[in-house]
Every structure is written in C-alpha cells, then in structure tokens.
C-alpha cells in the first residue's frame, strides 16, 4: 500500500512538471509565432510599397511624365527607410540576405532615376529591369516570412497534440496499472478473509513476487490469525473447562442417587434383617441389584461416549433416506404424544459422503429431542434443501418442532456432555454432544434457532459428495 501510494505521489508530481513544462514552452512559441506574423506584416507592408513604386515607374515609362518620377524617387526613399528598419528587426537569415541584395538594387535605381530627373536621357530598359528584379526581392521576402509563419502555426498545433497524446496514454497506462494492482490486492484479501471465515489459521507466507504491494496486507492478515487463533485458544480451553465441570457434576449427580438408594436399602437391610420378611428382603436386595444395573448404566453410558464409536463416514448417502429410515423409529412416539408429522423432501438433492449408522444416530436424537419438547403435542416438520455455504455446496436438513424452546443460558451448554434440563432418568445429556461430534466428523455444521414456548430447530449440513 505504502509502495502504492509513492506510485501516485510520483505519478502526481512528474504530470504536474510535465504541465508546466509544456504551458511554458507554450508561452513561448507563441511568442514567437507572434514576432513572426508582425514581420509577415511589415514584409506585406514593404512589397505593397514595391508594387506602387512600381505602378509610377510604369506611368513614367509609358507617360514620360517628370511628376510620376519625383513619386518613384519618393517610394524609393520610403523603401530604403522600410528595408533599414526591416533590417534591423529581422531573424531569419534568408530574408537578411534579400535585404543586401535589395539595397543594393535600390541604390542602382535611385541613381538612375536621379540622374533622368536632372535631364538625363532615360534607358527605359534598364529602369523596367532594375525595377523587375526589386520586385522579385520583395516577393522572396514576403513568402520566406510566410514559410516561417506556416511552420510556427504548425509547431504551435501538432506539438501540443503530439504531448497531450503521449500524456494521455501514459496516464491511460498507469491507470490500468493501478487498478489491476487493487483489484489483485481486493481479491486476495477477498480469498484469504474467506479462508479465514472456514476456519483455516495457516500463516500467509510471503511470496517473492508480491513482496512489494502485498507485503503489508499480509503482514496485517497474519497478525489478525494470530489473534484469532490466541482467542480460539482461550475459548476452547474455557469451554473445556466448563464441560468437564458438565461432566464431573452430571456424573456425580447420575451416580450419587443410585448409590444413594443402594446405601440406604443396604442399611436398612442390615438394621431390621430379623423383623423383615423373606419376601421383603428379597424385594429389598432386588432393588439393590436394580440401582446398581442403573449405576452402572450411567458409567457405561460415560465409557461409550468416551470411546466415541464414530465410524469412517465413507459410504454414499442419499440423507433423505436416512432421514426417513430414522423416522420409521419415532413413528410411534410421535403418534402417541399426538404430534403432527410434516416433511418438505426435494426430488434431486445430491449425496453425501458419511456413515449410515452415525447419522441415523444424529436424526434419532434431534427427533426425541424434538418430541420431549412438546409434552402437549404440536407439530415436526422435516425439511432438506440444497445450499451454499462460503462458496461450498451443502445439503441442509432443518428439524423443526414447535415445543418450549429454550433460554440463552441453556442454548449456550446444549452441545456440552452430560448437560441435560430434563428429570432424572428422562435425560443423560449425552444426546447432543453425540450428534455434534458426529457432525464434524462428517465435516458438516449445526446452527440452532429457537425461541421460547414457540419452538426449535436444528439445521444440520452436510458437505455435498463431490465437494467433499
Ligand atoms: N428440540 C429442543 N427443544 C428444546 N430444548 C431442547 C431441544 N433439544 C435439546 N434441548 C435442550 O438441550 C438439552 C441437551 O439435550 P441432549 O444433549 O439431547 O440431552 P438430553 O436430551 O438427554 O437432555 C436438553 O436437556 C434440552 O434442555
Ligand atoms: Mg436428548
């Protein structure tokens, strides 16, 4: 960015140079482009007083009248004053040159002609000559100013157009530099805010080629992951922490009644043995053995979960029959607490990868959760649809039911082992730490939406086969 920035500072101060530069150089052709048509003007002037002294010495020489000479001696004089002038502010070498020749010329005349207007005998010839070639002069003159003139016009013109062109594209080229140079920089932030979303922490090395204008993007990028993965650090060790209070505390309570009971029956076993009846004690030592079995249960749930039976989910699986097989296993639950089944299935929706067992597992467990939250029945309504998740293909299926819902503080521990809201013996709190589990391992998600006395639901996703 940094490096960006000089760019266009640079860019900024050599097209202002360049301006001025050019409004200067401007300034000054024009400055002498107007030297230049005044001296067109005079050169104008001069051939005009040529052809007039011309026009007498025609009267004089088919007139042979005295009075047009004294005019031709009068131009001659005016000329010679014009050329000395002419002279003195000319520039260009040719015209100089034509002046010499000129002055020369004129100097011949005017003896000439002096010399007829004190009587001498008039060489008609030669003065028509002398006067031809004066002419000529003066026509040179005028046209090398005009040549002088036509390229001055022609510098100021196609100069200037040469220059704005040449700039224009410059720019044009330094423009589309900058923007390709953003746009590569927008798409990689673009890219790698994406990979970060999906949860990829992975260090950004800094490439060779992109050192220059990437560098400080990148340099910014792996500061923020590892923010990010510090926080992700602490969270996860936080919640760690609480589900292993979750655990022991749900565990202490799943045994502690049990043995409870145990001790109490035993004690009472012991302490009245001899007023007790056979049948009594036998009732009493069953009940023993039943709330050891019930103790034991408790541990053997914990083992289960502990080994986490996830099998490799590698099989090919159409989720809606899945689905509907899980279903056939509830069908008489849902009938009983008199809710109402309704499913929204979609013809095509692709296969996943995953094990069929495990998922049915995550379906059994959202649906008894679903029907233990409507004791006074109400509706369960399955649905799947394809979807796109930060540019991934998933497939979607939302349980949704209309039971108690639940609190934040609940929602915030739902995932958490052994965390249960439900009497003693109805839940083991394991249910959705199972399907969690069983979720990521198939690289899917789960996001819960609920609202209190209106209902829940669970969408869980499922990556689509061929983008998994
Ligand atoms: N569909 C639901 N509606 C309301 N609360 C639910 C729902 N599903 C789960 N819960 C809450 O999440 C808790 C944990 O669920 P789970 O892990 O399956 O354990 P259990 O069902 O044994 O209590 C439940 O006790 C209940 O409070
Ligand atoms: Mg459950």
Redesign the pocket.
């Known amino acids: 960015m940094k490096d960006l920035k000089l760019r266009i500072i640079l860019i900024t101060a050599a097209s202002a140079i360049f301006l001025i530069f050019h409004l200067i150089a401007y300034i000054y052709n024009m400055n002498v482009f107007k030297e230049e048509l005044n001296s067109l003007e005079r050169a104008h002037d001069f051939m005009e007083d040529v052809l007039e002294l011309r026009r007498y010495e025609k009267n004089f020489a088919f007139g042979i009248d005295v009075n047009d000479l004294s005019e031709v001696l009068l131009y001659i004089s005016k000329i010679e004053k014009d050329s000395n002038e002419f002279m003195l502010k000319q520039k260009f070498p040719e015209c100089k040159k034509c002046i010499v020749d000129l002055k020369e010329k004129l100097a011949e005349y005017k003896k000439i002609i002096t010399e007829v207007k004190n009587k001498k005998k008039p060489n008609v010839n030669k003065i028509r000559e002398l006067g031809h070639e004066i002419l000529t002069i003066a026509k040179k003159i005028l046209s090398v100013n005009k040549v002088y003139v036509n390229k001055s016009l022609n510098r100021l013109l196609l100069i200037p157009s040469v220059l704005m062109f040449l700039f224009g594209t410059l720019l044009i080229i330094f423009l589309i530099f900058i923007t390709y140079t953003l746009l590569k920089q927008i798409k990689f932030i673009q890219e790698t805010t994406i990979r970060i979303a999906n949860g990829d922490f992975s260090y950004i090395p800094t490439v060779k080629d992109r050192v220059s204008s990437f560098a400080p993007i990148i340099e910014a990028f792996n500061l923020m992951i590892k923010e990010l993965e510090a926080r992700e650090k602490d969270l996860l060790q936080a919640k760690k922490l609480a589900s292993v209070g979750t655990l022991v505390s749900g565990v202490a309570h799943e045994l502690n009644n049990p043995l409870n009971n145990i001790s109490l029956t035993a004690e009472m076993l012991v302490d009245e043995w001899k007023d007790l009846s056979v049948e009594e004690r036998e009732e009493m030592l069953s009940d023993i053995i039943e709330e050891a079995r019930r103790a034991s249960t408790v541990v053997k749930n914990l083992l289960d979960f502990s080994r986490s039976k996830l099998k490799d989910a590698d099989e090919s699986l159409d989720i809606q029959e899945v689905v509907k097989s899980s279903l056939k296993l509830v069908r008489n639950q849902l009938m009983i607490s008199n809710i109402q089944l309704i499913t929204e299935f979609k013809k095509d929706i692709p296969k996943i990868k995953g094990n069929y067992d495990n998922l049915k597992q995550v379906f059994i467990?959202l649906f008894?959760?679903?029907i233990?939250?409507m004791p006074e029945g109400g509706y369960l309504k399955i649905s799947t649809k394809e979807t796109e998740l930060n540019g991934k293909r998933y497939v979607e299926v939302a349980v949704e039911?209309s039971?108690?819902?639940?609190p934040p503080d609940?929602l915030d521990r739902?995932f958490d082992p052994f965390?249960?809201?439900?009497p003693v013996g109805k839940?083991?709190?394991?249910?959705?730490?199972i399907v969690y589990g069983i979720v990521k391992k198939h690289g899917g998600k789960i996001r819960v939406e609920?609202e209190k006395n209106k209902g829940?639901t669970?969408f869980v996703y499922f990556p689509c086969e061929e983008d998994a």
């Open positions: 467990n008894l959760n679903a233990q939250a039911d039971g108690v819902g639940m609940v739902i965390f249960s809201t439900k839940g083991t709190g394991l249910g959705l730490s609920t829940t669970f």
